[in-house]
């Protein structure tokens, strides 16, 4: 049974930061591509960032410099920090995983809130 538990979401003020994490299954993390989407409601989902079986990440525009994602191999976890957040960070983040052969997510986590209000 696939397995992505989000931990991690809560309430913070701008200009603070959080780190979510993401267990997966190890037959899942070892060869899939774990990311984040976020989504509020009403918008689309949006991809926050990305990173490879390798290491290597990609993150949207929207977060450079302040979203930073790492993956854990030894746990079977990935990461995101995120830094000098904005309230329009405000929303539900998803934990994904995308088999290396599909153009689609192929698991979502369940969601984690995050608020940046003051």
């Known amino acids: 049974q696939v397995q992505l538990v989000e931990s991690g979401g809560g309430l913070v003020q701008p200009g603070g930061s959080l780190r979510l994490s993401c267990a997966a299954s190890?037959?899942?993390?070892?060869?899939?591509?774990m990311g984040w989407y976020r989504q509020a409601p009403g918008k689309q989902r949006e991809m926050v960032a990305r990173?490879?079986?390798?290491?290597?990440?990609n993150n949207a525009d929207s977060v450079k410099g302040r979203f930073t994602i790492a993956r854990d191999n030894d746990k079977n976890t990935v990461y995101l920090q995120m830094s000098s957040l904005k309230p329009e960070d405000t929303d539900v983040y998803y934990c994904?995983?995308?088999?290396?052969?599909?153009?689609?997510?192929?698991?979502w986590g369940q969601g984690t809130q995050v608020t940046v209000s003051s």
């Open positions: 994904t995983a995308r088999h290396p052969f599909a153009t689609d997510i192929t698991y």
């Open positions: 190890r037959h899942i993390f070892s060869i899939y591509t």
């Open positions: 990173i490879t079986t390798a290491g290597s990440p």
